[in-house]
Each structure stands twice: as structure tokens, then as C-alpha cells.
């Protein structure tokens, strides 16, 4: 039996409500799957290799691209709500029964709303650097957070060095070993995000953010174990969000890592396996 890894699982599909969704599969099979969310924009090849054959030693893994992302076809819905209930399809296709499920960025905003609409499907969930509806600073993209997509690079993937990593000498030097593992894969690699998804997904990011009355009210609805993790300086979902949710979510617990940014599991990634295993491993016991 092949064993694959982050950098040779092959790309698979499953159709579901008109979707081909694009996914990966890897890891020691036999317990419940894990199955992680992307942050903006990103596709399977956006997650780090040591994060997730780290998580895999221990348990299956599941990347896929949600709607309209990179290789999975489709259109990328305008509201949380609706990607939601796609991924939902898409766990579902693969006739799975329960999952734990993790969030990164727009991605947690995803595993709230799988775990809100399908709670029978999720075990335990991971929440990281992202936040609750009409959390502070998330009614449009932070300053920060414009200044840093709006800027030039000369080289794309640098981009990642300012949205993940803070400018501390250590955290970016963390940010250059990331981008080296980032690039391990070289076959079958996913094509970047097209035109398309940017806008969609600022589109719902906005819905997401708006103002309502009492906005924290539905986390008490998330009844799962839940783990959120953030650094202690994330400048594209302010770190303060993660507080909302830990106090919010009836059975949740907070981890704020050091001189970190919005992408502290990248710059702990031994860390961040550790902390997310021994969770994962107690809600299984």
C-alpha cells in the first residue's frame, strides 16, 4: 500500500451539487478524518508540508479546494453561508459520517458554518487565525491587511512573508524556511486561484463582517470541542477575534503563540502539530 505524503498524494475528485471538487487524501487511515479549510485565495498547495504530514502521522488528512478555487470547478459562492454548505456536499460525497474539521483565515469562518449547519457530521473543531461575524476590524479587509495586498513584490510568494509573519528578524526568517517548504511539491501542483475569486470571496468576507445586533450570539450554537489559535499579533484578522471566539464558543480553549502574525501555525509549525494532536487526540478518547 502507498504511502503518500503532502508532497505525493495525487489530486482526486468527487462530484457533488454540480461540483467537481478537487481534493487530497493522505495518512494513517482507520480513525476520524481531519479536513482543513483555506484561507483567502489559497489552494492545497498553500498548506505547509510540515503541518500536514505532521497531523497525518497520527491521523488522515483531507485538502480540498472548495467551489470555484483552482482545480475545482464550479463558481466561488458570495456569502460564508453557501461555501459552507458546499464543503458540507463535499464531505459528504466521500461518504464520510464524522470529520474533525479545521479552519485557517476565511476558512475558520467555513468550519464555524459547516459545524453550525451539519453539527452531527463534526467532532472536534480547530479554528485558526480567523474570527466570529461582526468581529472587530472584519467589516472589510484590516489597513494592514490592504496595504500589505495592495503592495508589489518581486518575487508572489513574498507576499505571504508579510500576511503570515511579523517584521521581527525571527519571524521572518520562519516566513523564508515556510516559502521553502511551500515550493516542495513539484508535480500535479494546483494552478493559482483565477480573476474570479478574490472578489467573491472579499464579497463574502464583507456579508461575513457586517454589523448585526448581538453578532456573538450564535457561537453558543457550536456545542463541539474547539480549539482557536492565533499569534499575538495578526494583522489581517486582528488577534482579539480569537478571544471572542474562545470566550463565546461554549467549549473552547485559546492558544496565543509569541511574536506571530496571522500565520503563527507556519512559524510554529512542530508547535502548532502538537497542540492540535493532543486536542484532537482527547476528543477521540
Known sequence: MTTYTNQTAPTQFVEAKGIRFAYRRFGKSGGVPLVFNM???GTMDHWDPLVTDGLAATREVILFNNAGVSSSSGEVPTTVEEMGANAIS????LGLKQVDVLGFSIGGFVAQEITLQAPELVRGLVL?????????????LTPEAQKIFGATYEHPDHLWLSVFFTPSEVSQAAG??????????????DPEANEKVAPAQLEALAKWGAMRE???????????PTL???GDNDVIIYSIN?????QNIPNAQLIIYPDANHGSQYQYPER???HVSTFLSEEGA
Do not use: C
Open 214 to 224: 448581538n453578532p456573538f450570539d450564535y457561537l453558543k450554537a457550536i456545542r463541539q
Open 176 to 189: 523564508r524556511a515556510y516559502l521553502k517548504r511551500f515550493r516542495l511539491r513539484t508535480g500535479g501542483r
Open 272 to 274: 502548532f502539530v502538537r
Open 242 to 246: 480569537s478571544w471572542i471566539l474562545q
Open 39 to 41: 484561507h483567502f485565495t
Open 90 to 93: 463535499f464531505i459528504k460525497a
Open 128 to 140: 485558526v487565525g480567523t474570527g466570529p461575524r461582526n468581529g472587530e476590524g472584519m467589516a472589510s
Open 228 to 230: 482557536v489559535i492565533n
